[in-house]
């Protein structure tokens, strides 16, 4: 059950975490995660966002070596060295199917409304679901000083599914990494220039006199989108639909 929160709490220290996540390429095999730890980032993921207290998805923690190995088979060869030295891969599946998100205990009233909020497809909607219990997972994660790192091409879903036991109810949208990073990025000097770069301009493009306006019928205002805001660094802002 969630907490009710009466008085704000930290923002700045949300900031932190949301501000110190990002992709880790290289971790230590030699060193691995907390079983507390572990437990405690699973636990939170349980609470992610979800339809109706839904939870169409379920999380398969492969931490054996061999469980491992055969992870890497099924991986893209871009991901096999991460999913080898990860200490801990969590594999995000995806329920594509109505009886593997119903239980003994849902009420009759969401039984009778899932149909509607799966919409025209079963798929795009559980891996929606499955992705905000992906983000909170990794936040949890860089929240306790681990690093993780989210990884969506395999070799297919049925390799997956062979190598970890699913079922074939299930599809699955990503893969998440976790451990300790090898070497620290900050140390190698990579990302930290060109991530506050990225801070300042999107900080620049939600400035007021930018041309930023949530106003209706106000015409070219700046927009967020993935990577360059439009609008920002010199680039013409789209206009208003």
């Keep these: 059950m969630?907490?009710?929160?009466?008085?704000?709490?930290?923002?700045?220290?949300?900031a932190r975490v949301v501000q110190?996540?990002?992709?880790?390429?290289?971790?230590?095999?030699?060193?691995?995660?907390?079983?507390e730890v572990l437990k405690q980032c699973l636990e939170l993921t349980r609470a992610a966002p979800r339809v109706k207290n839904t939870q169409?998805?379920?999380?398969?923690?492969?931490?054996?070596?061999?469980?491992?190995?055969k992870l890497v088979d099924a991986m893209d060869k871009i991901h096999r060295d991460k999913v080898a030295s990860a200490p801990v891969c969590i594999v995000f599946a995806a329920a594509m199917d109505e009886q593997s998100v119903l239980t003994k205990s849902t009420p009759d009233f969401l039984k009778a409304a899932l149909p509607g909020l799966m919409g025209n497809s079963a798929?795009?909607?559980?891996?929606?679901?499955?992705?905000?219990?992906?983000?909170?997972?990794?936040?949890?994660?860089?929240?306790?000083?681990l690093?993780?790192?989210?990884?969506?091409?395999f070799v297919s879903n049925h390799a997956v599914a062979q190598a970890v036991g699913l079922a074939p109810t299930f599809s699955v949208p990503l893969i998440v990494a976790v451990g300790h990073e090898a070497e620290r990025r900050a140390e190698r000097g990579e990302?930290?220039?060109?991530?506050?770069?990225?801070?300042?301009?999107?900080?620049?493009?939600?400035?007021?006199?930018?041309?930023?306006?949530?106003?209706p019928g106000v015409t070219?205002?700046?927009?967020?989108?993935?990577?360059?805001?439009?609008?920002?660094?010199?680039?013409?802002?789209?206009?208003a639909k």
């Design 220 to 239: 070219n205002p700046v927009r967020l989108r993935g990577g360059t805001p439009a609008g920002a660094a010199g680039t013409p802002s789209p206009a």
């Design 2 to 14: 969630a907490e009710v929160v009466d008085a704000p709490l930290d923002a700045a220290e949300f």
């Design 123 to 145: 798929e795009a909607w559980a891996f929606k679901q499955t992705s905000f219990a992906a983000a909170v997972f990794m936040l949890a994660a860089t929240a306790h000083g």
């Design 20 to 35: 110190a996540r990002y992709s880790c390429y290289t971790f230590d095999a030699h060193k691995g995660v907390d079983d």
């Design 56 to 69: 169409p998805w379920t999380a398969v923690v492969v931490r054996s070596a061999e469980a491992r190995a």
């Design 147 to 153: 690093q993780t790192c989210a990884m969506e091409r």
């Design 191 to 215: 990302g930290a220039e060109f991530k506050a770069a990225v801070a300042r301009l999107y900080l620049d493009a939600a400035l007021p006199e930018q041309g930023y306006s949530t106003k």
